[in-house]
C-alpha cells in the first residue's frame, strides 16, 4: 500500500509537447521535446501507432518529473508520460481542457 508520505515525493507536472521526432530503429517510440514551464526535456514515449505526431504536438499531458534519467534506443529520457493503458486502448492523462492549467503546474 502507498502511503500519502510517498505520494508527495512524486513530481507529477503538467507539460506541454513542443516536437514530437522518430527514433531510428525503433518501431514504437517517439523522442518527445516537452516544456514544463521553466526547462524543456526529453522524453522517450512509446506512442507510435497509437498517437501520430500531429496528434501529440501542442497537447498538455501529465509527466512524472523526477525520475531517473534512462536511456532508450540512443536517447535519454528525463521523465515519463503518464498513460493509461487497458490491454486494448492507450490513452494520455491530460489536464481538463475546459480549465486550462499553465504549463509546469504540479499535480496534487
Given amino acids: 500500500m502507498v502511503k500519502y508520505e510517498d505520494f ?6 503538467v507539460a506541454q509537447i513542443k ?12 523522442k518527445l521535446t516537452i516544456d514544463l514551464g521553466e526547462e524543456e526535456r526529453t522524453l522517450v514515449a512509446g506512442l507510435k501507432g497509437i498517437y501520430s505526431p500531429e496528434e501529440l504536438e501542442g497537447r498538455k499531458i501529465i509527466v512524472l518529473a523526477n525520475l531517473e534519467p534512462k536511456k532508450m534506443m ?21 489536464p481538463d481542457p475546459e480549465h486550462s492549467v499553465r504549463v509546469g503546474a504540479k499535480v496534487r
Wanted: hydrophobic letters at 45%; proline letters at 3%; charged letters at 30%.
Fill in 19 to 30: 516536437k514530437v521526432e522518430d527514433i531510428p530503429g525503433s518501431r514504437k517510440l517517439y
Fill in 8 to 13: 508527495a515525493k512524486l513530481d507529477i507536472r
Fill in 74 to 94: 540512443g536517447v535519454t529520457s528525463q521523465g515519463m508520460l503518464l498513460a493509461a493503458d487497458d490491454g486494448e486502448n492507450v490513452a494520455l492523462l491530460m
